[in-house]
């Protein structure tokens, strides 16, 4: 073997050694124990220091304030509007606590009128030809962007690489990495007034020119034309893959030019919100397993972990996300203990603001 050839090699097997060593690494800092938290400007720092510290008491080892959530940003961002940096007061206070900081952002929604008015041409369209900027499904702000679109991944990824640059967050956790809901979840169907027993024209996404564009180039078929399209799988891998590529190709290589570790909220019925997460290259996973929505027990919880497992296929943690308010009496520690048996690696609460006296305790029992 020639020198160059030699070298090459060796460089090549290094730098193989040195990923895989690299996101080992992350995944061993992931803390085990979050809880997600909605913006709160009113509260000082002082108050800030006391509820940190009580969340570690507790044995929380993360938390996720929500920094975007379709139209402002609570962190300094370009070409943004700014409410506040938020996120940057918060972070020096948790580290105080020994408590991580995972900047929760929404990724598809984007309600900015600037956007609206410049780019309506980014937002995902229903198989009636409906665009989501002016006709959202189910509620206003479901104005979804089209994960296919080009501009779209770049607008996205510029909110991931500006927060990966911020040298004290220890990561970043992408919510509404989707599309919209083509059904909704059981529970949640009676509030809309509606039954969805097939998937209907209006909530059916993404019929966008670029999208029929792209497979048609790839099929010969304007998805417009399709017979069945509910069954038609090369057409459901088209759009698993528009969401894939956009997470793997843009959003993870983002966070990653920061050394950040990225999570992702997700669902349990990904079919439905063409999302392939377990296709995805992120750190960890968070799936959002709120039974209630579902029509389902809190053993339902642990089950779902276990598909997830089997789904992903490799040594990626699984945190359960546990919706409480649906949890009574001692729900919340059954629920997480059937989720361990079923192989979860720990768990994330939603929301910090639904906690009372009584779920402290239950979660430092959790957390023993």
């Known amino acids: 073997m020639k020198k160059r050839d030699f070298l090459k090699s060796v460089s090549t097997i290094l730098g193989g050694m040195s990923f895989g060593l690299h996101f080992r690494f992350i995944e061993k800092k992931l803390p085990k124990y979050w809880i997600w938290l909605r913006p709160d400007f009113k ?17 929380i080892e993360a938390v996720l304030p929500q920094i975007y959530s379709s139209h402002e940003a609570l962190f300094e961002i370009e070409g943004y509007t700014v409410k506040e940096r938020w996120l940057e007061k918060i972070i020096p206070i948790a580290h105080d606590h020994g408590i991580q900081i995972h900047a929760w952002m929404w990724t598809m929604p984007c309600n900015d009128p600037q956007i609206i008015e410049k780019h309506p041409e980014w937002y995902v369209v229903n198989r009636k030809g409906e665009p989501a900027y002016n006709q959202p499904a189910y509620v206003p702000y479901y104005k979804f962007l089209c994960p296919r679109r080009n501009e779209v991944r770049q607008f996205v990824q ?61 099929s010969g078929v304007d998805p417009m034309d399709l017979d069945d399209p509910q069954n038609d799988k090369d057409w459901y891998e088209f759009r698993y893959k528009a969401v894939n590529d956009m997470v793997n190709q843009y959003l993870v290589p983002a966070a990653k030019s920061g050394n950040k570790a990225i999570t992702a909220a997700v669902f349990p019925n990904w079919q439905s919100v063409r999302q392939q997460w377990h296709q995805w290259n992120l750190d960890g996973f968070l799936p959002m ?20 497992k089997q789904r992903l296929g490799n040594d990626k943690p699984v945190f359960a996300g546990i919706f409480l308010p649906h949890m009574k009496d001692d729900d919340l520690l059954q629920a997480y203990q059937h989720a361990v048996e079923k192989g979860a690696n720990g768990f994330s609460i939603f929301a910090y603001g639904n906690l009372n006296p009584k779920d402290y305790e239950l979660i430092k029992k959790m957390t023993k």
């Not at 509260?43 to 044995?59: M, N, P, Q, Y």
């Not at 956790?173 to 998937?199: F, S, T």
């Open 43 to 59: 509260t000082k720092e002082d108050e800030w220091h006391t509820i940190f510290a009580k969340l570690k008491a507790a044995g």
């Open 158 to 218: 510029h909110r991931v690489k500006t927060l990966a640059q911020i040298p004290e967050l220890d990561g970043i956790h992408l919510d509404y990495v989707r599309m919209p809901d083509v059904i909704l979840a059981k529970g949640l169907q009676p509030k809309y007034n509606i039954i969805q027993d097939q998937e209907y024209p209006e909530y059916d996404y993404c019929y966008c020119d670029y999208c029929r564009s792209e497979y048609q180039k790839l």
């Open 289 to 308: 397993l709120y039974q209630g929505f579902y029509n389902e027990d809190i053993l339902w919880i642990g089950e779902e972990v276990a598909k997830a």
